[in-house]
């Protein structure tokens, strides 16, 4: 089992920042895959950012350019530091990791953003 807890979330004005972080314990592999996923009510949860364990990064269109994924494989935490934050990227944060050998996937309980002025 891998368990992980997310921080960081809250409240920010448009065009504020904030950084998420996860982090993972259990009984985890070396080649793995953490991101950050999104869901707002009545929508499929979807791909925020995500990195894996060599560096490599992709990042859904919505978020290029504003949010930056990074990961401290000592500390088996990954942060998500959002810029330029918008109203419409107001959801519940969710991190993930997954096993690559195995495709086995872990959820975080969630965390809230949310962008208002």
């Known amino acids: 089992q891998v368990q992980l807890v997310e921080s960081g979330g809250g409240l920010v004005q448009p065009g504020g920042s904030l950084r998420l972080s996860c982090a993972a314990s259990?009984?985890?592999?070396?080649?793995?895959?953490m991101g950050w996923y999104r869901q707002a009510p009545g929508n499929e949860r979807e791909l925020v950012a995500r990195i894996i364990s060599g560096g490599t990064t992709n990042y859904a269109d919505s978020v290029k350019g504003r949010f930056t994924i990074s990961r401290d494989n000592a500390k088996n935490t990954v942060y998500l530091q959002m810029n330029s934050l918008k109203p419409e990227d107001t959801t519940v944060y969710y991190c993930?990791?997954?096993?690559?050998?195995?495709?086995?996937?872990?959820w975080g309980q969630g965390t809230q953003v949310t962008v208002s002025s």
């Open positions: 993930n990791y997954i096993t690559i050998a195995t495709t086995q996937s872990y």
């Open positions: 259990g009984a985890l592999f070396s080649i793995n895959a």
